[in-house]
């Protein structure tokens, strides 16, 4: 047997990965092969968090003084954040209230101003059809404000709407209804009068919007008016885009800006514009091309 050198003999390092486990060196001896390998990755190993201590405030006054700021700066963040919270829910909050208000206004009050003009226009049709339509129409001239006495129709633009007497908001024009310029020195002709300006208005947007597309309107196009005795057809002659408010010259017995230029039987309708604003308004005038009595049937306008 040959006796190995000093020199020769293995010279294991602690640090080094590849020595057995266990062995600390040169001065244990020789480890078996045969222990176990220290655990490399193990994936069904459970994971511990450690926490990392908390800062030790180490130094004198001042540095305390210091550590009680920066505790306080973050107690005031926390407080900042919980506001920023709060005002960022609520503007979320009043966004979704505008929307519901934005749908009500474009959409709701249409269907409910369509259904309460639906609800009038059947009741003045059957009121027509079982009452005395020249009686009706002989006591016309005193309607109370509100109260529907006629039907206009805009065949072009599939409009069917009550008429009622008087232009306010909440008891006509907010309903769905067209109203009839009838009050002090607005007052205007009704359809069955020989002469004078039958004088209209109606929303153009919301609350049913009867006369929202009267832009679309071109010479020709037929308006008519029914009532307890008769149809009245009008024929679209003018339109004037915009004008004030306040420029009443427009529904007079001859209107001011219509082309017509003497006494006859006219209809002027009368809407707000740009859509969505009330700044000015628009005008569209006719002139009366046919009158026919209820009890001879619907007029051509209405039949084709």
Not at 122 to 146: C, I, Y
Not at 272 to 281: G, I, K, L, N
Request: charged share 25%; proline share 9%; with cysteine.
């Amino acid at each position: 047997m040959t006796t190995l050198r000093p020199e020769h003999e293995p010279r294991p390092t602690a640090a080094d990965p590849r020595q057995p486990y266990g062995t600390t060196g040169h001065t244990r001896g020789t480890a078996s092969l045969s222990q176990p390998l220290p655990p490399e990755d193990d994936p069904t190993m459970t994971l511990r968090r450690v926490e990392p201590a908390p800062p030790v405030v180490t130094g004198g006054r001042a540095e305390r003084r210091r550590a009680a700021q920066r505790a306080a700066r973050a107690r005031r963040d926390s407080v900042g954040v919980v506001v920023s919270r709060a005002v960022g829910e609520l503007f979320i909050t009043l966004g979704v209230v505008m929307l519901l208000f934005v749908a009500y206004q474009l959409w709701w009050t249409n269907v409910i101003a369509q259904r309460q003009a639906g609800g009038a226009a059947k009741d003045l049709q059957h009121s027509w059809d079982t009452n005395d339509g020249d009686a009706a129409a002989r006591a016309a001239g005193e309607f109370s404000p509100g109260q529907g006495f006629a039907i206009v129709y805009i065949p072009r633009l599939d409009v069917k709407a009550p008429i009622a007497q008087g232009v306010g908001k909440q008891k006509v024009l907010d309903r769905g209804m067209v109203g009839h310029y009838a009050d002090g020195p607005l007052r205007t002709a009704m359809p069955w009068d020989k002469k004078g300006n039958f004088a209209l208005a109606g929303h153009r947007n919301t609350h049913g919007e009867p006369f929202r597309y009267v832009n679309r309107l071109k010479p020709g196009d037929k308006i008519v008016v029914e009532t307890g005795s008769a149809f009245y057809t009008y024929e679209m002659t003018s339109r004037l885009d915009q004008t004030s408010p306040a420029n009443v010259r427009v529904i007079e017995p001859v209107p001011a800006g219509s082309g017509f230029t003497r006494p006859g039987r006219y209809i002027t309708l009368t809407t707000c514009t740009p859509e969505f604003t009330s700044t000015y308004r628009m005008i569209v005038w006719g002139k009366m091309v046919d009158e026919r009595p209820r009890s001879k049937g619907k007029p051509d306008a209405l039949v084709n």
